[in-house]
């Protein structure tokens, strides 16, 4: 790390404020936020945890420890492999897309032109709007009878004759893929923005005063500036995209079986249908130790926090 | 590369002078046109499903229904139904608007309260944990209340706090801080030191440091994490569902589904509320758009 080799001059200038603390000194700074997790998250966590670990009625009675039956039992699945992939192409897919379209979409809405405001506003409106309704328009837009984005693309010529999306397995997936990053697409541009306000002018003036032209400035002197906006962006979305659930089951739920499901809509299911709180839970542990690890990668690889 | 050259054919040259009004980056009037025509299809994709939502709740129960579908209401505007809904026998609307507007305004002053301080500190300073803290944080992103609900609902009933909005507000939070400590830790990070050690000279205390000198440079991410957490908390549903009982303390989110019924759905109300939902988001956008321009570029500049 080149930010280690510092000049000396540097290291001495540093030393005259103490950037080195105690915990006991961090604390009045970060303790509200200890405060705030360890009394409201901890406890439904550890639960939850307690709960994969038990056998629980269908009624909701708990029985009796099983230890790590109910992991077991979930991993031999049949349909796990299938939901694996499933979520694998879902965050993947999703994320990437939503990561590109919002790169360009928060480098044109910085450019200068009127009526900027106002677009900007109508970007914000899917974050504004709950996913769940926003979903449900989709669905109900297309909807093969009563669904008006069926129609309109019937009367556009896309379409010979309205088209059941949301009842098969690729269309759906397909149709719940497009709305994930349609929801996704305001949060990360304005990360995205938020960051491109950071981009000091004077290094964009001495870029083109070098002679660098759009292309060589956007990808060796604002991408680099905007990395560490990009990375929590990524982050929070990988996070979030693994975790939704409003989409997936409103998209994919009139599909039978399994073959539509991620892990969040299986322990839906799991929840909802089978009423196996055990089960759900062990699931939902496996879930969690999978965005831990996921993010943990993430997180020591792509450095998100610069450090000091 | 290109130096500012007079355009060669007249007749582009006073548009060229009328472009250059417009854009800080002199572009020409050209691509000036293309932008705003770009921005117009950008404003029409994003709008297209809430125009259905509008035109949705402009219409009769029938007409939503009907096979096949008209893009207009034909029986006229049911402007009504925005009238109606906040007296149906579903569901107390004006007092769960209340719920909504006091639980997310409450729940975002209470993340930039908390998260603000530790947000620069872990800036700034080091300390031992402090990588455990950052992780420790962003594991909360992870759980979603969705999960968790089993567990929320004892706890808060052990806190005896089942069926306030405070239990909501202190949910919200502590499940939406998360994003808001990283990015505004970013946007700190990205402030040079010297900045703050001039300050720490000059004898003022860190947190006049941190309130004077700092926070005017990060409005954009400050803006960034008011947004969503005002807008997770707004639309929190889970967490609200199992742990507001009362019709009258739940949120919007929870009260839409009143609407949407076993057998008959009363879609011009659930098209009509959700709009409802979203103005108040987008006042607040507008509001607090303009601290996302400024901020860096207009402390740095000049």
């Known amino acids: 790390m080149s930010t280690f080799e510092q000049p000396p001059i540097t290291r001495i200038r540093r030393a005259r404020v103490r950037n080195r603390e105690s915990f006991v000194a961090a604390l009045p700074w970060i303790g509200?936020?200890?405060?705030?997790?360890f009394g409201v998250v901890v406890f439904p966590a550890a639960y939850m945890i307690y709960n994969s670990t038990r056998r629980i009625s269908q009624a909701g009675t708990n029985i009796e420890g099983v230890g790590f039956a109910n992991f077991s039992r979930v991993l031999?699945?049949?349909?796990?492999?299938?939901?694996?992939?499933?979520?694998?192409v879902w965050v993947t897919v999703v994320v990437t897309l939503t990561v590109i379209l919002s790169l360009a979409l928060a480098s044109f809405l910085n450019k200068p032109f009127p009526g900027r405001t106002l677009v900007r506003m109508a970007v914000v409106v899917p974050w504004a709007a709950s996913v769940v309704m926003t979903t449900t328009v989709f669905y109900y837009g297309l909807d093969r009878d009563y669904g008006i984005m069926n129609t309109f693309l019937v009367d556009i010529g896309i379409l010979d004759s309205p088209y059941g999306f949301t009842k098969n397995v690729t269309a759906a997936l397909g149709a719940a893929i497009v709305v994930g990053i349609f929801v996704s697409i305001p949060f990360t541009t304005y990360t995205l923005l938020a960051g491109l306000q950071a981009v000091p002018a004077d290094i964009l003036e001495a870029a083109k005063m070098d002679g660098a032209g759009r292309v060589r400035t956007y990808f060796l002197v604002i991408l680099p500036q905007l990395r560490s906006a990009l990375a929590v962006a990524v982050l929070i979305n990988v996070?979030?995209?693994?975790?939704?659930?409003?989409?997936?089951?409103?998209?994919?739920?009139?599909?039978?079986?399994?073959?539509?499901?991620?892990?969040?809509?299986?322990?839906?299911?799991?929840?909802?249908?089978?009423?196996?709180?055990?089960?759900?839970?062990?699931?939902?542990?496996?879930?969690?130790?999978?965005?831990?690890?996921?993010?943990?990668?993430?997180?020591?690889?792509?450095?998100?926090?610069?450090?000091? | 590369m290109a130096i500012a050259a007079p355009p060669e054919v007249p007749a582009s040259a006073p548009s060229t002078s009328r472009a250059r009004k417009y854009g800080a980056d002199g572009v020409t009037r050209k691509w000036m046109v293309t932008r705003v025509v770009v921005g117009i299809l950008i404003i029409v994709v994003f709008l297209v499903p809430y125009l259905i939502m509008l035109v949705g709740s402009l219409k009769t129960r029938s007409e939503i229904l009907a096979v096949p579908p008209r893009y207009l209401p034909q029986d006229g505007l049911?402007?009504?139904?925005?009238?109606?809904?906040?007296?149906?026998?579903?569901?107390?609307?004006?007092?769960?608007?209340i719920s909504t507007v006091i639980?997310?305004?409450?729940?975002?002053?209470?993340?930039?309260?908390?998260?603000?301080?530790?947000?620069?500190?872990?800036?700034?300073?080091?300390?031992?944990?402090?990588?455990?803290?950052?992780?420790?944080?962003?594991?909360?992103?992870?759980?979603q209340p969705a999960v968790l609900t089993a567990g929320l609902f004892r706890q808060m009933l052990v806190l005896d706090l089942n069926?306030?909005?405070?239990?909501?507000?202190?949910?919200?939070?502590?499940?939406?801080?998360?994003?808001?400590?990283w990015i505004m830790h970013s946007f700190f990070a990205g402030i040079p030191k010297e900045v703050d050690e001039a300050a720490q000279l000059d004898g003022a205390s860190r947190l006049s440091v941190l309130f004077r000198i700092n926070l005017p440079l990060v409005w954009p991410g400050i803006v960034t994490a008011i947004i969503f957490t005002f807008v997770a908390s707004w639309n929190e549903f889970a967490a609200s569902l199992v742990i507001m009982s009362t019709a009258e303390n739940q949120p919007l989110s929870v009260a839409l589904t009143k609407f949407i019924g076993q057998y008959a759905t009363s879609w011009q109300y659930v098209f009509g509320l959700s709009i409802v939902a979203i103005v108040p988001v987008i006042i607040l956008f507008a509001l607090i758009e303009k601290r996302l321009i400024g901020g860096l570029t207009a402390g740095s500049v000049k």
Not at chain 1, 264 to 272: H, P
Not at chain 1, 291 to 296: P, T
Not at chain 2, 103 to 109: C, D, K, P, W, Y
Not at chain 2, 165 to 177: D, G, T, V
């Open chain 1, 76 to 88: 031999a699945d049949p349909n796990l492999p299938r939901i694996l992939l499933n979520t694998v």
């Open chain 1, 239 to 308: 996070i979030n995209v693994f975790n939704n659930l409003p989409i997936l089951r409103i998209m994919t739920g009139s599909i039978p079986g399994y073959d539509a499901d991620t892990l969040m809509t299986y322990i839906f299911k799991v929840l909802q249908f089978d009423r196996r709180l055990d089960l759900a839970s062990a699931l939902s542990v496996l879930n969690f130790a999978i965005v831990i690890v996921i993010v943990a990668a993430y997180v020591k690889i792509v450095k998100p926090m610069k450090e000091d």
């Open chain 2, 103 to 143: 639980i997310a305004v409450f729940a975002t002053l209470l993340v930039l309260l908390v998260a603000t301080p530790a947000a620069y500190y872990t800036a700034r300073f080091s300390f031992p944990g402090k990588w455990a803290f950052l992780f420790l944080v962003i594991v909360t992103q992870m759980l």
């Open chain 2, 78 to 97: 049911q402007v009504g139904n925005y009238l109606t809904m906040w007296s149906t026998p579903e569901t107390p609307l004006p007092y769960n608007f």
């Open chain 2, 163 to 181: 069926d306030t909005w405070l239990a909501m507000i202190l949910i919200n939070a502590a499940f939406n801080l998360s994003f808001a400590l």
């Open chain 1, 32 to 37: 509200p936020v200890l405060i705030l997790i």
